[in-house]
Nanobody
């Protein structure tokens, strides 16, 4: 199973970006997805997670970011609006993948850079 994140880039403060994370390979289903971000010398932090239709967000992004999933396309999205310079980070996607009836495993994408200029 591979996760491919895309959609990062450079945007001015107040702008928007939409990240996507596509899963490929052989698996039964994806139980939950998540977006994390990391800046140099800091631990990776949770941004948003979606399990089924339930979502949770870091306080710092609530009301600005929206996570969604398309199970037919095996893809998760993160719509980021009203971006701030402090949102600048490498964004990683994560998936809790059900490989078979009894086996599940966590997978990570390589990350996509988001840079918000002031």
């Amino acid at each position: 199973v591979q996760l491919q994140a895309s959609g990062g880039g450079l945007v001015q403060a107040g702008g928007s970006l939409r990240l996507a994370c596509a899963a490929s390979g052989t698996f039964a289903s994806i139980n939950s997805w998540g977006w994390y971000r990391q800046v140099p010398k800091m631990p990776r932090e949770l941004v948003a997670i979606i399990t089924g239709t339930d979502t949770n967000y870091a306080d710092s992004v609530k009301a600005r970011f929206t996570v969604s999933r398309d199970d037919d396309k095996h893809t998760m999205y993160l719509q980021m609006d009203s971006l701030k310079p402090e949102d600048t980070a490498v964004y990683y996607c994560y998936a809790d993948v059900q490989l078979g009836r009894w086996d599940k495993y966590d997978f990570w994408g390589r990350g996509t850079q988001v840079t918000v200029s002031s």
